[in-house]
């Protein structure tokens, strides 16, 4: 009987470092999202495309590959980290040297920003852009083949409101 109350009563301990280890890990996690989050707080703001140098100055973008920066009419530079999105707006030809709205996420200690949304302006009008693929009924939002059956998307614009 004295086994059963010393066993008894570690397993009791062990439970109760076991839940204070939960609880602390749990209030480590929520304060590291809490400031993930913080960190990650959208700015949406429209300008050009304009291509960098090496020093992060602005430069001609003939035949470039980057890097790239959203430049507003105010002349603020963000510097746009390389993705997909960067990807189709510089690549597709029926957007080069339009004026875009975009949704931007500064990545923490880069200096970057990754774009989530980008919108066209043209004429004092924002349009949304995609791409369909008539076969696979499929709409992207960045250059490419079908992601179904690789033939050629659609590109497509559709009206979303005046500019701002």
Request: hydrophobic share 40%; aromatic share 8%; net charge positive.
């Amino acid at each position: 009987m004295m086994e059963t109350k010393s066993s008894h009563s570690r397993q009791w301990k062990i439970g109760r470092f076991l839940l204070t280890l939960t609880v602390i890990l749990l209030a480590m996690a929520g304060k590291l999202l809490t400031s993930n989050q913080a960190a990650k707080k959208p700015q949406v703001v429209m300008g050009r495309l304009v291509c960098l140098d090496s020093d992060a100055v602005e430069a001609p973008c003939a035949g470039a590959m980057g890097p790239w920066a959203l430049k507003t009419r105010e002349q603020k530079v963000y510097r746009l980290q390389a993705g997909k999105v960067l990807h189709t707006l510089n690549r597709e030809e029926r957007l080069r040297t339009r004026e875009f709205r975009v949704t931007l996420f500064e990545i923490p200690g880069s200096g970057e920003f990754e774009i989530t949304n980008a919108l066209l302006v043209r004429g004092g009008k924002i349009f949304s852009f995609s791409y369909f693929c008539p076969v696979c009924h499929i709409t992207t939002y960045t250059l490419g083949p079908c992601p179904c059956c690789q033939d050629a998307m659609e590109y497509r614009e559709k009206e979303v409101g005046p500019a701002e």
